[in-house]
Protein backbone atom coordinates (compact mmCIF):
# COMPACT_ATOMS: atom_id res chain seq x y z
CA UNK A 1 0.00 0.00 0.00
CA UNK A 2 1.62 3.64 -0.60
CA UNK A 3 2.14 5.77 2.36
CA UNK A 4 0.09 8.76 2.39
CA UNK A 5 2.35 10.58 4.70
CA UNK A 6 4.41 12.29 1.73
CA UNK A 7 0.57 14.15 0.78
CA UNK A 8 0.38 15.61 4.39
CA UNK A 9 -0.04 18.96 4.14
CA UNK A 10 2.38 21.28 6.39
CA UNK A 11 0.10 22.15 8.93
CA UNK A 12 -1.18 18.65 9.31
CA UNK A 13 2.11 17.34 9.60
CA UNK A 14 3.29 19.46 12.28
CA UNK A 15 0.04 18.86 14.28
CA UNK A 16 1.11 14.95 14.59
CA UNK A 17 5.02 16.26 14.75
CA UNK A 18 4.20 18.11 17.66
CA UNK A 19 1.61 15.28 19.08
CA UNK A 20 4.39 12.95 18.43
CA UNK A 21 2.33 10.72 16.93
CA UNK A 22 4.96 11.40 14.38
CA UNK A 23 8.83 11.76 14.13
CA UNK A 24 10.43 14.05 11.63
CA UNK A 25 12.91 10.68 10.59
CA UNK A 26 9.95 8.72 9.56
CA UNK A 27 8.25 11.54 7.62
CA UNK A 28 11.43 12.81 5.92
CA UNK A 29 12.45 8.56 5.05
CA UNK A 30 8.75 8.55 3.26
CA UNK A 31 8.99 11.53 1.22
CA UNK A 32 13.10 10.30 0.65
CA UNK A 33 10.52 6.68 -0.63
CA UNK A 34 8.21 9.00 -2.33
CA UNK A 35 11.17 10.61 -3.93
CA UNK A 36 12.46 7.24 -5.08
CA UNK A 37 9.59 5.40 -6.00
CA UNK A 38 8.50 8.72 -8.99
CA UNK A 39 11.07 11.19 -9.40
CA UNK A 40 12.59 9.00 -12.30
CA UNK A 41 9.27 9.40 -14.08
CA UNK A 42 8.62 13.48 -12.43
CA UNK A 43 12.44 14.54 -12.68
CA UNK A 44 11.33 17.25 -10.62
CA UNK A 45 15.07 17.38 -8.62
CA UNK A 46 18.51 18.08 -9.69
CA UNK A 47 20.09 17.41 -6.84
CA UNK A 48 18.81 15.63 -3.81
CA UNK A 49 20.53 14.98 0.03
CA UNK A 50 18.92 11.91 1.68
CA UNK A 51 21.85 11.34 3.85
CA UNK A 52 21.74 14.92 4.80
CA UNK A 53 18.19 15.41 4.93
CA UNK A 54 17.63 12.36 7.63
CA UNK A 55 20.58 13.83 9.83
CA UNK A 56 18.78 17.17 9.86
CA UNK A 57 15.52 14.80 10.79
CA UNK A 58 17.29 13.16 13.64
CA UNK A 59 18.25 16.44 14.62
CA UNK A 60 14.83 17.57 14.97
CA UNK A 61 13.82 14.80 16.71
CA UNK A 62 16.12 15.43 19.25
CA UNK A 63 14.88 19.06 19.89
CA UNK A 64 11.11 17.90 19.71
CA UNK A 65 12.40 15.23 22.75
CA UNK A 66 13.62 18.44 24.45
CA UNK A 67 10.26 19.84 24.54
CA UNK A 68 11.84 22.90 21.36
CA UNK A 69 9.14 24.07 18.75
CA UNK A 70 10.14 25.90 15.89
CA UNK A 71 7.69 26.87 13.36
CA UNK A 72 8.43 24.40 10.59
CA UNK A 73 11.30 22.11 12.58
CA UNK A 74 10.67 18.62 11.04
CA UNK A 75 9.42 19.50 7.90
CA UNK A 76 11.10 18.39 4.71
CA UNK A 77 10.90 20.72 1.94
CA UNK A 78 12.69 21.88 -1.59
CA UNK A 79 14.46 24.57 -3.32
CA UNK A 80 14.47 25.76 -6.89
CA UNK A 81 17.97 25.90 -8.20
CA UNK A 82 18.80 28.96 -8.09
CA UNK A 83 18.62 29.94 -4.56
CA UNK A 84 22.25 29.73 -3.27
CA UNK A 85 23.03 27.00 -0.98
CA UNK A 86 25.80 26.60 1.15
CA UNK A 87 27.68 23.56 0.43
CA UNK A 88 25.12 22.05 -1.98
CA UNK A 89 24.97 22.26 -5.83
CA UNK A 90 23.34 25.30 -7.14
CA UNK A 91 23.51 25.42 -11.16
CA UNK A 92 20.56 27.71 -11.74
CA UNK A 93 19.44 24.92 -14.54
CA UNK A 94 22.61 26.01 -16.76
CA UNK A 95 25.89 24.19 -17.86
CA UNK A 96 27.55 26.95 -17.02
CA UNK A 97 26.86 26.94 -13.00
CA UNK A 98 27.23 23.44 -13.66
CA UNK A 99 29.39 21.65 -10.11
CA UNK A 100 29.04 25.83 -8.64
CA UNK A 101 28.71 24.92 -4.54
CA UNK A 102 27.90 28.61 -3.10
CA UNK A 103 29.71 29.12 0.08
CA UNK A 104 26.49 31.50 1.75
CA UNK A 105 23.14 30.44 1.97
CA UNK A 106 20.04 32.70 0.62
CA UNK A 107 18.45 34.98 3.02
CA UNK A 108 15.56 32.73 2.59
CA UNK A 109 17.61 29.37 2.97
CA UNK A 110 18.35 30.57 6.32
CA UNK A 111 15.40 31.51 7.41
CA UNK A 112 14.04 27.86 6.57
CA UNK A 113 16.73 26.76 8.01
CA UNK A 114 16.51 28.51 11.55
CA UNK A 115 12.53 27.50 11.53
CA UNK A 116 13.29 24.30 11.44
CA UNK A 117 12.99 23.15 7.96
CA UNK A 118 14.73 19.76 6.08
CA UNK A 119 16.35 20.61 3.47
CA UNK A 120 15.77 17.56 0.98
CA UNK A 121 17.13 19.06 -2.14
CA UNK A 122 17.17 21.74 -5.11
CA UNK A 123 14.46 21.55 -8.09
CA UNK A 124 15.02 21.60 -11.53
CA UNK A 125 13.93 24.73 -13.49
CA UNK A 126 14.31 26.68 -16.93
CA UNK A 127 17.77 27.74 -17.53
CA UNK A 128 18.05 30.66 -15.42
CA UNK A 129 14.39 31.36 -14.67
CA UNK A 130 13.82 31.84 -18.30
CA UNK A 131 11.15 29.84 -19.47
CA UNK A 132 7.61 28.22 -18.97
CA UNK A 133 7.65 24.90 -18.79
CA UNK A 134 10.83 23.66 -17.33
CA UNK A 135 12.01 22.61 -20.66
CA UNK A 136 14.48 24.99 -21.07
CA UNK A 137 16.72 22.86 -17.87
CA UNK A 138 20.08 22.15 -19.42
CA UNK A 139 19.90 19.23 -18.02
CA UNK A 140 16.28 17.37 -18.44
CA UNK A 141 12.62 18.21 -18.26
CA UNK A 142 11.04 18.01 -15.77
CA UNK A 143 7.17 16.14 -16.41
CA UNK A 144 3.68 17.33 -14.88
CA UNK A 145 2.87 14.37 -12.33
CA UNK A 146 -1.10 14.57 -13.59
CA UNK A 147 0.35 13.55 -16.98
CA UNK A 148 3.89 12.41 -17.74
CA UNK A 149 3.24 13.73 -21.26
CA UNK A 150 2.81 17.43 -20.31
CA UNK A 151 5.09 20.34 -19.12
CA UNK A 152 4.68 20.89 -15.24
CA UNK A 153 4.58 25.05 -16.03
CA UNK A 154 7.61 27.27 -15.27
CA UNK A 155 10.23 28.36 -14.87
CA UNK A 156 9.88 26.87 -10.92
CA UNK A 157 8.27 23.54 -12.85
CA UNK A 158 10.33 21.26 -10.17
CA UNK A 159 8.70 22.92 -7.36
CA UNK A 160 5.27 22.44 -8.42
CA UNK A 161 5.91 18.70 -9.29
CA UNK A 162 7.83 18.05 -6.83
CA UNK A 163 4.87 19.40 -3.92
CA UNK A 164 1.72 17.87 -6.87
CA UNK A 165 3.55 14.28 -6.02
CA UNK A 166 4.35 14.45 -2.81
CA UNK A 167 8.09 14.39 -2.95
CA UNK A 168 8.18 17.45 -0.98
CA UNK A 169 5.84 18.85 1.36
CA UNK A 170 6.72 22.06 0.34
CA UNK A 171 8.97 23.91 -1.86
CA UNK A 172 10.41 27.32 -3.06
CA UNK A 173 10.24 29.09 -6.38
CA UNK A 174 11.07 32.06 -7.66
CA UNK A 175 8.36 34.50 -9.97
CA UNK A 176 10.05 37.09 -12.15
CA UNK A 177 6.98 37.01 -14.68
CA UNK A 178 4.53 34.20 -13.06
CA UNK A 179 7.59 31.07 -12.40
CA UNK A 180 5.35 30.29 -9.14
CA UNK A 181 1.51 30.88 -10.28
CA UNK A 182 1.73 29.04 -13.62
CA UNK A 183 3.21 26.25 -12.83
CA UNK A 184 1.59 25.89 -9.28
CA UNK A 185 -1.74 25.64 -11.69
CA UNK A 186 -0.73 23.79 -14.10
CA UNK A 187 0.42 20.99 -11.30
CA UNK A 188 -2.69 21.57 -9.18
CA UNK A 189 -0.89 23.92 -6.11
CA UNK A 190 -0.77 27.08 -4.51
CA UNK A 191 1.96 29.31 -5.94
CA UNK A 192 2.33 32.76 -3.92
CA UNK A 193 4.11 35.96 -5.43
CA UNK A 194 4.65 38.18 -2.61
CA UNK A 195 4.62 41.74 -2.93
CA UNK A 196 8.02 42.89 -4.33
CA UNK A 197 10.19 43.31 -1.54
CA UNK A 198 8.41 41.64 0.97
CA UNK A 199 10.78 38.75 1.03
CA UNK A 200 14.34 39.09 0.77
CA UNK A 201 16.09 38.12 -3.09
CA UNK A 202 19.91 37.81 -1.20
CA UNK A 203 20.94 34.77 -2.49
CA UNK A 204 18.70 34.68 -5.62
CA UNK A 205 20.77 34.03 -8.27
CA UNK A 206 18.81 37.50 -10.48
CA UNK A 207 17.55 37.29 -13.67
CA UNK A 208 15.33 40.57 -14.03
CA UNK A 209 16.17 42.63 -10.55
CA UNK A 210 13.39 44.93 -10.58
CA UNK A 211 10.57 41.87 -11.03
CA UNK A 212 12.53 38.54 -9.52
CA UNK A 213 10.70 37.34 -5.95
CA UNK A 214 11.05 34.16 -4.12
CA UNK A 215 7.58 32.70 -3.14
CA UNK A 216 6.42 29.38 -1.70
CA UNK A 217 4.70 26.47 -3.51
CA UNK A 218 2.38 24.43 -1.16
CA UNK A 219 -0.20 21.92 -1.10
CA UNK A 220 -3.08 24.50 0.13
CA UNK A 221 -3.56 28.37 1.40
CA UNK A 222 -2.83 27.53 4.88
CA UNK A 223 0.68 26.03 3.94
CA UNK A 224 1.61 29.01 1.87
CA UNK A 225 0.44 31.73 4.84
CA UNK A 226 2.98 29.42 7.50
CA UNK A 227 5.88 29.81 5.14
CA UNK A 228 5.25 33.66 4.13
CA UNK A 229 5.46 33.88 8.06
CA UNK A 230 8.64 32.26 8.19
CA UNK A 231 10.12 34.57 5.05
CA UNK A 232 8.80 37.64 4.81
CA UNK A 233 10.96 40.11 6.80
CA UNK A 234 13.13 43.15 6.13
CA UNK A 235 16.99 42.06 5.12
CA UNK A 236 19.63 44.65 5.31
CA UNK A 237 21.33 42.87 3.01
CA UNK A 238 18.39 43.08 0.29
CA UNK A 239 18.00 47.04 -0.61
CA UNK A 240 15.12 46.58 -2.13
CA UNK A 241 13.50 44.82 1.06
CA UNK A 242 10.48 45.83 2.72
CA UNK A 243 11.14 47.36 6.24
CA UNK A 244 7.68 47.81 8.25
CA UNK A 245 6.23 45.68 10.74
CA UNK A 246 4.48 42.62 8.97
CA UNK A 247 0.93 40.50 10.25
CA UNK A 248 0.44 36.70 11.43
CA UNK A 249 -0.56 35.62 7.88
CA UNK A 250 -2.20 32.61 9.82
CA UNK A 251 -4.73 35.24 11.16
CA UNK A 252 -6.32 35.72 8.17
CA UNK A 253 -7.17 32.60 7.22
CA UNK A 254 -11.26 32.59 7.74
CA UNK A 255 -14.25 32.49 5.41
CA UNK A 256 -16.10 35.23 5.20
CA UNK A 257 -16.22 37.03 2.21
CA UNK A 258 -18.79 39.54 3.22
CA UNK A 259 -18.46 43.12 1.67
CA UNK A 260 -15.19 42.50 0.04
CA UNK A 261 -15.19 43.63 -3.92
CA UNK A 262 -13.72 41.48 -6.18
CA UNK A 263 -12.76 42.92 -9.68
CA UNK A 264 -12.80 40.89 -12.68
CA UNK A 265 -11.12 42.52 -15.56
CA UNK A 266 -12.13 42.79 -19.37
CA UNK A 267 -9.90 40.94 -21.04
CA UNK A 268 -9.93 37.78 -18.19
CA UNK A 269 -12.38 35.25 -20.43
CA UNK A 270 -10.76 36.47 -23.47
CA UNK A 271 -11.31 34.23 -26.90
CA UNK A 272 -7.78 33.20 -26.71
CA UNK A 273 -8.68 31.65 -23.18
CA UNK A 274 -9.38 27.53 -23.37
CA UNK A 275 -12.79 27.23 -22.61
CA UNK A 276 -11.97 24.79 -19.90
CA UNK A 277 -10.38 27.18 -18.19
CA UNK A 278 -13.34 29.88 -18.91
CA UNK A 279 -15.68 27.86 -17.36
CA UNK A 280 -14.18 26.87 -14.19
CA UNK A 281 -12.83 30.51 -13.74
CA UNK A 282 -17.01 31.50 -14.32
CA UNK A 283 -17.80 29.30 -11.37
CA UNK A 284 -15.48 30.29 -9.14
CA UNK A 285 -16.78 33.52 -9.48
CA UNK A 286 -20.26 32.17 -8.81
CA UNK A 287 -18.32 30.38 -5.55
CA UNK A 288 -17.28 33.67 -3.96
CA UNK A 289 -20.29 35.46 -4.85
CA UNK A 290 -21.76 32.57 -2.89
CA UNK A 291 -19.51 33.29 -0.13
CA UNK A 292 -20.37 36.70 0.29
CA UNK A 293 -18.32 38.46 -2.02
CA UNK A 294 -19.63 41.07 -4.82
CA UNK A 295 -17.84 40.63 -8.50
CA UNK A 296 -17.50 43.93 -10.10
CA UNK A 297 -16.66 44.45 -13.87
CA UNK A 298 -12.96 46.53 -14.21
CA UNK A 299 -10.60 47.44 -16.73
CA UNK A 300 -6.88 47.82 -16.74
CA UNK A 301 -6.49 49.74 -20.50
CA UNK A 302 -2.91 48.96 -20.49
CA UNK A 303 -2.75 45.58 -19.59
CA UNK A 304 -2.69 44.22 -23.24
CA UNK A 305 0.50 45.95 -23.53
CA UNK A 306 2.05 43.85 -20.60
CA UNK A 307 3.59 41.18 -22.49
CA UNK A 308 5.75 43.24 -24.90
CA UNK A 309 6.49 45.49 -21.89
CA UNK A 310 7.82 42.88 -19.40
CA UNK A 311 9.79 41.03 -22.78
CA UNK A 312 11.87 44.09 -22.70
CA UNK A 313 12.48 45.10 -19.12
CA UNK A 314 13.45 41.53 -18.16
CA UNK A 315 15.82 41.11 -20.87
CA UNK A 316 17.12 44.19 -20.34
CA UNK A 317 17.89 43.38 -17.13
CA UNK A 318 18.97 39.90 -17.46
CA UNK A 319 21.45 40.66 -20.10
CA UNK A 320 23.01 43.26 -17.25
CA UNK A 321 22.92 40.29 -14.33
CA UNK A 322 24.05 37.35 -16.46
CA UNK A 323 27.24 39.65 -17.64
CA UNK A 324 29.24 38.37 -14.63
CA UNK A 325 29.17 34.86 -16.27
CA UNK A 326 32.01 34.53 -17.94
CA UNK A 327 34.47 32.13 -17.36
CA UNK A 328 36.98 33.97 -15.60
CA UNK A 329 35.88 34.27 -11.63
CA UNK A 330 33.57 30.67 -11.08
CA UNK A 331 31.59 28.69 -13.07
CA UNK A 332 32.02 27.01 -16.23
CA UNK A 333 35.18 28.26 -18.35
CA UNK A 334 36.29 27.12 -22.17
CA UNK A 335 39.66 27.01 -23.05
CA UNK A 336 41.12 29.57 -24.79
CA UNK A 337 44.09 31.64 -26.00
CA UNK A 338 42.62 35.29 -25.33
CA UNK A 339 40.85 36.67 -22.45
CA UNK A 340 38.32 37.89 -25.53
CA UNK A 341 38.28 34.70 -26.63
CA UNK A 342 37.55 32.81 -23.40
CA UNK A 343 34.61 34.94 -22.51
CA UNK A 344 33.05 34.71 -25.51
CA UNK A 345 33.25 30.49 -26.25
CA UNK A 346 32.38 30.65 -22.47
CA UNK A 347 29.03 32.29 -22.53
CA UNK A 348 28.76 30.03 -26.25
CA UNK A 349 29.37 26.89 -24.90
CA UNK A 350 27.77 27.74 -21.60
CA UNK A 351 24.05 29.34 -22.25
CA UNK A 352 21.38 27.61 -23.83
CA UNK A 353 18.96 28.88 -26.91
CA UNK A 354 16.55 30.91 -24.89
CA UNK A 355 18.90 32.51 -22.38
CA UNK A 356 20.65 33.78 -25.52
CA UNK A 357 17.29 34.61 -26.91
CA UNK A 358 17.31 36.99 -24.22
CA UNK A 359 20.30 38.42 -23.86
CA UNK A 360 20.44 39.13 -27.09
CA UNK A 361 17.09 40.84 -27.27
CA UNK A 362 18.37 43.16 -23.82
CA UNK A 363 21.10 44.03 -25.29
CA UNK A 364 19.65 45.17 -28.13
CA UNK A 365 16.60 47.41 -26.33
CA UNK A 366 19.70 48.66 -24.28
CA UNK A 367 21.71 49.64 -26.89
CA UNK A 368 22.58 53.03 -28.38
CA UNK A 369 19.76 54.56 -30.91
CA UNK A 370 17.35 51.84 -29.16
CA UNK A 371 17.14 52.44 -25.46
CA UNK A 372 14.50 55.38 -25.86
CA UNK A 373 12.12 53.66 -28.22
CA UNK A 374 12.53 50.39 -26.48
CA UNK A 375 13.63 50.49 -23.00
CA UNK A 376 12.92 53.95 -21.92
CA UNK A 377 9.37 53.08 -23.42
CA UNK A 378 8.72 49.75 -21.52
CA UNK A 379 9.30 51.63 -18.90
CA UNK A 380 6.70 54.38 -18.80
CA UNK A 381 4.07 51.72 -19.95
CA UNK A 382 5.16 49.87 -16.77
CA UNK A 383 4.24 53.04 -14.81
CA UNK A 384 0.72 52.98 -17.07
CA UNK A 385 -0.25 49.33 -16.02
CA UNK A 386 0.54 50.20 -12.39
CA UNK A 387 -1.36 53.30 -12.28
CA UNK A 388 -4.36 50.99 -13.86
CA UNK A 389 -4.05 48.72 -11.16
CA UNK A 390 -3.91 51.85 -8.19
CA UNK A 391 -6.96 53.06 -10.11
CA UNK A 392 -8.87 49.96 -10.00
CA UNK A 393 -8.09 48.83 -6.13
CA UNK A 394 -9.57 52.54 -5.39
CA UNK A 395 -12.88 50.74 -6.28
CA UNK A 396 -12.07 46.96 -5.16
CA UNK A 397 -10.00 44.71 -2.90
CA UNK A 398 -9.04 42.20 -4.66
CA UNK A 399 -8.61 41.27 -8.72
CA UNK A 400 -9.14 37.61 -9.90
CA UNK A 401 -8.71 36.43 -13.47
CA UNK A 402 -6.98 32.94 -14.97
CA UNK A 403 -3.61 31.83 -13.76
CA UNK A 404 -2.88 30.37 -16.80
CA UNK A 405 -4.97 30.39 -20.52
CA UNK A 406 -4.70 26.61 -20.84
CA UNK A 407 -3.89 23.66 -19.39
CA UNK A 408 -0.52 21.91 -19.34
CA UNK A 409 0.53 21.76 -22.75
CA UNK A 410 2.51 18.60 -24.08
CA UNK A 411 5.97 18.58 -23.46
CA UNK A 412 7.62 19.95 -26.80
CA UNK A 413 4.60 21.57 -28.22
CA UNK A 414 5.88 25.00 -27.83
CA UNK A 415 9.28 24.68 -27.63
CA UNK A 416 10.10 25.81 -31.62
CA UNK A 417 7.80 28.73 -30.89
CA UNK A 418 8.64 31.47 -28.39
CA UNK A 419 5.86 33.57 -29.14
CA UNK A 420 3.52 30.77 -27.63
CA UNK A 421 5.59 29.82 -25.24
CA UNK A 422 5.81 33.52 -23.72
CA UNK A 423 2.08 33.14 -24.04
CA UNK A 424 1.40 30.77 -21.11
CA UNK A 425 1.90 33.76 -18.54
CA UNK A 426 -0.14 35.84 -20.28
CA UNK A 427 -2.01 36.62 -16.97
CA UNK A 428 0.75 36.38 -14.73
CA UNK A 429 2.75 39.39 -16.30
CA UNK A 430 0.91 42.91 -14.94
CA UNK A 431 1.17 41.87 -11.30
CA UNK A 432 4.84 41.34 -11.72
CA UNK A 433 5.25 44.55 -13.31
CA UNK A 434 3.49 46.49 -11.21
CA UNK A 435 4.88 44.46 -8.40
CA UNK A 436 1.79 43.35 -6.80
CA UNK A 437 1.41 40.35 -4.63
CA UNK A 438 -0.74 37.12 -6.37
CA UNK A 439 -1.78 33.86 -5.46
CA UNK A 440 -2.44 31.02 -7.50
CA UNK A 441 -5.32 28.43 -6.36
CA UNK A 442 -6.62 25.44 -7.41
CA UNK A 443 -10.22 25.96 -9.22
CA UNK A 444 -10.90 22.50 -11.44
CA UNK A 445 -9.92 20.21 -13.98
CA UNK A 446 -10.36 19.76 -17.46
CA UNK A 447 -11.87 16.95 -19.51
CA UNK A 448 -8.18 15.36 -19.57
CA UNK A 449 -7.81 15.75 -15.41
CA UNK A 450 -5.40 18.78 -15.85
CA UNK A 451 -5.16 21.18 -13.42
CA UNK A 452 -6.84 24.47 -14.02
CA UNK A 453 -5.63 27.70 -11.59
CA UNK A 454 -7.39 30.76 -10.64
CA UNK A 455 -5.53 34.10 -9.77
CA UNK A 456 -6.43 36.54 -6.83
CA UNK A 457 -4.14 39.84 -7.11
CA UNK A 458 -3.99 42.69 -4.15
CA UNK A 459 -2.70 45.83 -3.77
CA UNK A 460 0.96 45.91 -2.05
CA UNK A 461 1.62 44.28 0.94
CA UNK A 462 -2.19 42.92 1.35
CA UNK A 463 -1.36 40.00 1.29
CA UNK A 464 -3.75 39.44 4.54
CA UNK A 465 -6.48 40.20 2.19
CA UNK A 466 -5.32 37.92 -0.61
CA UNK A 467 -4.65 35.17 1.57
CA UNK A 468 -8.37 35.40 3.63
CA UNK A 469 -9.51 35.20 -0.19
CA UNK A 470 -7.97 32.10 -1.40
CA UNK A 471 -8.99 30.36 1.66
CA UNK A 472 -12.20 30.94 1.95
CA UNK A 473 -12.38 30.05 -1.84
CA UNK A 474 -10.35 26.81 -1.22
CA UNK A 475 -12.31 25.76 1.80
CA UNK A 476 -15.28 25.83 -0.20
CA UNK A 477 -14.24 23.62 -2.41
CA UNK A 478 -12.59 20.16 -2.83
CA UNK A 479 -10.12 20.70 -5.85
CA UNK A 480 -6.58 21.01 -3.58
CA UNK A 481 -7.74 17.41 -2.17
CA UNK A 482 -7.14 15.65 -4.79
CA UNK A 483 -3.56 14.02 -5.99
CA UNK A 484 -2.28 12.38 -9.15
CA UNK A 485 -2.73 8.92 -9.53
CA UNK A 486 -0.24 7.48 -11.19
CA UNK A 487 2.11 8.27 -8.29
CA UNK A 488 0.00 5.26 -5.69
CA UNK A 489 1.25 3.26 -8.88
CA UNK A 490 4.47 3.79 -8.68
CA UNK A 491 4.81 3.60 -5.14
CA UNK A 492 2.90 0.33 -4.44
CA UNK A 493 5.32 -1.21 -7.16
CA UNK A 494 8.07 -0.15 -5.09
CA UNK A 495 6.31 -1.53 -2.09
CA UNK A 496 5.05 -4.52 -3.07
Not at 22 to 43: F, G, S, W, Y
Not at 72 to 86: E, W
Not at 339 to 349: K, V, Y
Amino acid sequence: MPNSLPDLTIHAALAQLHSGALTATALTQAVLDRILAVDNHVRAYLTLDPEGALKQAAAADARYAAGERAPLLGIPLALKDNLSTRGMETTCGSRILEHYIPPFDATVVARLKAAGAIILGKTNMDEFAMGSSTENSAFFPTHNPWDLTRVPGGSSGGSAAAVAAGEALGALGSDTGGSVRQPAALCGIVGLRPTYGLISRYGLIAFASSLDQVGPLTRDVTDAALLLNVLAGHDPRDGTSHTGALPDYTAALHSDLRGMRIGVPANALIAGVQPAVAQAVRAALEQLAALGAEIVNIDLPHDEHALATYYLIAPAEASANLARFDGVRYGYRAEAETLDALISRTRGEGFGPEVKRRIMLGTYALSAGYYDDYYRKAQQVRTLIRQDFERAFAEVDLIVNPTSPTTAFSLGARLDDPLQMYLADLFTLAQAIAGLPAISVPCGYDADGLPIGLQFAAPPLQEARLLQAAYAYEQATAWHRRHPEFIYTQEGELSS
